[in-house]
């Protein structure tokens, strides 16, 4: 079945640029999660959804980081002005609980 | 949140058993223990999970200490393909919370 999809795979941009990455979670999943993974660290937690409720957004490292879920399934994670330290794997998860999570492969994004 | 402690890395031989630590000596009652592991360039996939008792499933076992301030993942016959990064995490019953990953334990299988 189809699981977590992420686009893009990669995404080259110049710094100053604004950048939008999708997530499109499993069908049915009413929580999404976006987190980020600098070169050989750990995940960083960014942002969390679940239904309608109002987002978990304590993750997130500016103000020029923003996500959206519009109709409860697709997610989009906006960076304004990026910066090089915005250079990062960008790893969306859903879940039907909240329990488990079901991660996309990512996008990698390099500003330059 | 409570946290894990995870070695960096352990070495492992293909088609024994490797067995991973996990401390979480601050562990609430509520808190089940996850594993998730990720392999190169993908995402991380989910392992196992439990809260008191032992655990089995197709891909690994999870032992529990009676104290839980410590678990630790099971893989009965290592093969190349198991060599990742391995996360233990605490996830609130319910869920419904962020989950804090640390860095993990890489481990490497060799032939």
């Known amino acids: ?112 | 949140d409570a946290k894990t402690t995870q070695p960096n890395s352990m070495e492992s031989n293909e088609e024994e058993p490797v067995h991973l630590p996990c401390n979480h000596s601050t562990i609430s009652g509520t808190d089940y223990i996850h594993w998730y592991r990720q392999l190169p360039s993908q995402g991380p996939e989910y392992v196992i999970h439990g809260l008191t008792s032992n655990v089995n499933n197709r891909m690994a076992s999870l032992a529990i200490a009676e104290d839980r301030k410590s678990s630790t993942l099971i893989l009965h016959r290592a093969t190349l393909r198991d060599a990742a990064v391995y996360y233990c995490i605490l996830v609130l019953t319910g869920g419904g919370n962020k989950l804090t990953f640390g860095t993990g334990t890489q481990l490497k299988v060799e032939l």
């Open chain 1, 1 to 112: 079945g189809a699981g977590v999809s992420q686009s893009p795979s990669n995404k080259v941009t110049e710094k100053g640029k604004d950048v939008e990455l999708r997530c499109d979670p499993i069908s049915g999943h009413t929580a999404l999660y976006w987190y980020r993974q600098s070169l050989g660290q750990g995940l960083e937690f960014l942002i969390y959804f679940q239904g309608n409720s109002a987002p978990d957004k304590s993750g997130l490292p500016s103000d020029r980081f923003s996500a959206e879920r519009t109709g409860g399934s697709v997610s989009t994670l906006t960076i304004q002005r990026t910066q090089q330290e915005d250079s990062a794997v960008y790893l969306c998860a859903s879940s039907p609980t909240g329990v488990t999570l079901n991660f996309g492969n990512g996008t990698r994004l390099t500003v330059t």
